[in-house]
């Protein structure tokens, strides 16, 4: 157990629906991260967060959109839902900007 | 872009057998490369390597980097059935608004067999 959580465990949900994905870093981690694993992209990083911060953005869509609250739990925002989208969706924390990440147990998305 | 490539994408051994795995690696500003492994759930951290010729080790399993040629291996002896996972590797970017970033690869797929 990382330390890290993530809920719900599995989400099925309809194109074009909206659904939000939570994370909570491990105890005194300042940075998140939000990964997509797909069958064919493999893991992919979408966007990083530290101290309530947009830091980094890798290959997001438009679609997407995430947050770091004051407490430091994040949030990951998927609209306009496509088949595409179904993925494995981990988060994963840091203590500061560029040490060890820690993965949580992911969210199963399944769009039908 | 970064760019993490593995190989081979599966590989099939018996119990007791030697296996290496490799990751080549492009990155405009490099931090580190990181060995992962992934079983059913998240990935789980084997090795964070930084520098060149220096081998991490831990129980059987052992890494090295080579940062002229931009490769790293992963090295598990004496393989068991538990080591049956996905092994994936990546870069961290150090580079501006990046830093921290991983790129990761596609991943070896290992299987164990007894």
């Known amino acids: 157990d990382s330390g890290v959580t993530q809920t719900p465990k599995h989400l099925i949900t309809a194109t074009g629906q909206r659904v939000t994905l939570r994370c909570s870093p491990r105890?005194?981690?300042?940075?998140v991260y939000w990964y997509q694993q797909s069958l064919d992209q493999g893991l992919q990083f979408l966007i990083q967060?530290?101290?309530?911060?947009?830091?980094a953005k890798g290959n997001i869509l438009e679609r997407f959109s995430a947050q770091q609250f004051p407490d430091l739990h994040s949030e990951l925002n998927l609209s306009s839902l496509e088949l595409g989208d179904s993925a494995l969706y981990f988060c994963?924390?840091?203590?500061?900007?560029?040490?060890?990440?820690?993965f949580g147990p992911g969210t199963r998305l399944t769009v039908l | 872009e970064d760019k993490v490539v593995q190989s081979p994408l599966s590989l099939v051994v018996h119990e007791g057998d030697t296996v290496t795995l490799n990751c080549s690696y492009e990155v405009t500003n490099f931090r580190s490369l990181l060995w992962y492994k992934q079983e059913k759930k998240a990935p789980t951290f084997l090795f964070m390597l930084t520098s060149s010729g220096i081998e991490k080790k831990s129980g059987r399993l052992s890494s090295i980097l080579d940062k002229k040629e931009l490769f790293s291996i992963l090295n598990i002896t004496a393989t068991q059935t538990g080591d049956s996972a996905v092994y994936l590797c990546?870069?961290?970017?150090?580079?501006?608004?990046?830093?921290?970033?991983?790129?990761f690869g596609q991943g070896t797929i290992l299987t164990v067999h007894p």
């Open positions: 990546a870069v961290e970017d150090a580079g501006g608004t990046s830093y921290g970033k991983l790129t």
């Open positions: 967060y530290y101290n309530g911060e947009e830091r």
């Open positions: 994963a924390s840091s203590a500061s900007l560029a040490n060890q990440q820690f």
């Open positions: 105890s005194g981690d300042l940075s």
